[in-house]
């Protein structure tokens, strides 16, 4: 009784309890760490606990992680408020993991029992007798099954957790574990924690002003929510790992929308028919293939470069090359062929082919007819003096003639034109066969009617005779590629041509005067120029 009092007499109470709340925040700053703190183990706290023990080491690895990231992104030239956000997001995964895989290891130092807590003595004027009385009669833990005494000490009993002892000392009351169930490193915390609560319970049946009944609940709860809590923190180390496996092993993927400002998972519905992204189009054609960007005159310039292997056997590398917009659209702007810009009838060969050959190769029932560039023979080269396109575009001359035949003989694409001197249906259709059948004195070997067929729009197309004049009007559209126009891309050009008998009886095309100047062409010896250089490379070359 006696050493007791004496025990209680020569210390005074140090002890200063973390709930998280500001008030016992203010206290950890003041302190060393947690010394001279008893923390609460609740809901609230525990991911608090581990935050404030590793607030700096989490800032380091977070800001590392965000600078390596930003270093990594501007060195692929993806420089952008988007990319920048995605990355900010991104970083945080990096100290989450790292908080999470260190939660252990942080209770483990936070709640062992033989860390300073500061000193908790009995109150004043209170025996070693009467505490151990209040102690037992407001204990209630349902895992302590028995409680001992001796002249100063009190001991806790739990089959699931192990033997604990509070002693009154003269530095204090004193927490510590006499035995635990098993000696597995990895349910230490689990005895810790555990007595932990039996301490927290103990000081606020002597100081109720310290620790509430509520807060002993609280710690009951979240102590014995632990187990599942280790097993929640395995799950989230699982998923954090897996979406970072799954973000390096597309890290591909996801430089090549950071290099390509976003246009490589962007779709071009303007100039291809496929339901598919630029990136799909482009590497389901191309080898070797590269996204990148550059300034040039404030203007962001987008490229895209792959090889493919012409019938030859030779390697040609296509680049192209896209205009960014300030508003985040785009447009493609030209291509080149080993380091050669295409003309507009070429370009549009090459789109064509990268389009059909995607749409054969993802069609159902397609595989034999485009299965591999070496089995279809679809590789596109365009070199500054040829084009080649995949041989589903390819059209003999005489297939051309039977078709155009065929179609003439169930639905003609020219009428004969109103006049007060029109000739009989048909003479007309004879003579317009006859100019059909016709060809331009430079390209003896193709017909006026197999090119003009081939690259005019079949919606508006027609041929008719004018019997006044003598002459052959065709008139219809074509489409070609305007990168002006900006998403528009396709532009529409009206074309009116009259074929005319000259002095060597021979049917020449000039442009129709009763319509305004074309707009791509003021001669009309370079429009058939054109005009034949396009079926010549899209059709006969290619056939």
Known sequence: MEDAEKKTATAQNTMQVWDGSAASKEKRKASQGWEGLHVLFTEKTQI??????MKKKLLISYGATLAFLVFFTVMLGGAGILNFVKLILLSAAVPLL??????????????????????????????WENAVDIIRRGF????????????????????KYGVYQIQNTQEGLKLSILSQPSKQEKLKNRYYLFGNMIYSQVISLLY??????AQVEEEKKAVHGYTKRQKLTKLVVILITAAAAVWFAFGSSNADAIRSCGISESKLSSVFSADATLDEIFDNYFDDSKWDNYKEDSQTIVTYSGDTVGSDG???RFTFYFKLNADDTFQLDHVTCNGEELDWLQELIMLNALDEYYVGTHTKGAAAASSTPEQSESVAVVSSSAVEVPESQAVSESQAVSEAESEAASEPIWSEADSGNAVADEDADEI??????????????IWYGSALDYF??????????DAQNNVVNVDGSYITLDYRLGDGDYALHE??????????DRWMPRFNTAYPANDEYTDVRDFMDALYGFYQQSVVDAG
Do not use: C
């Open 432 to 445: 317009i066969q006859e100019v059909w059948y016709s060809s331009y004195p430079e390209y003896p070997d």
């Open 140 to 159: 209630a833990e349902r895992e302590v099954e028995q409680i001992t005494d001796t002249v100063d000490t009190v001991v806790f009993h739990s089959k």
């Open 48 to 53: 608090q606990i581990v935050l404030e023990s």
């Open 98 to 127: 790292y908080g999470t895989l260190s939660s252990e290891s942080t209770y483990s130092k936070v709640f062992d029992p033989a860390r300073d807590q500061g000193t908790i003595v009995l109150p004043e004027g209170m025996a």
């Open 495 to 504: 074309l009116h041509l009259t074929f005319y008998k000259d002095k060597y």
């Open 314 to 316: 030779a390697t040609n």
């Open 456 to 465: 005019m729009e079949s919606e508006g197309y027609s041929w008719t005779y």
């Open 208 to 213: 109720p002003s310290m620790i509430s009944a």
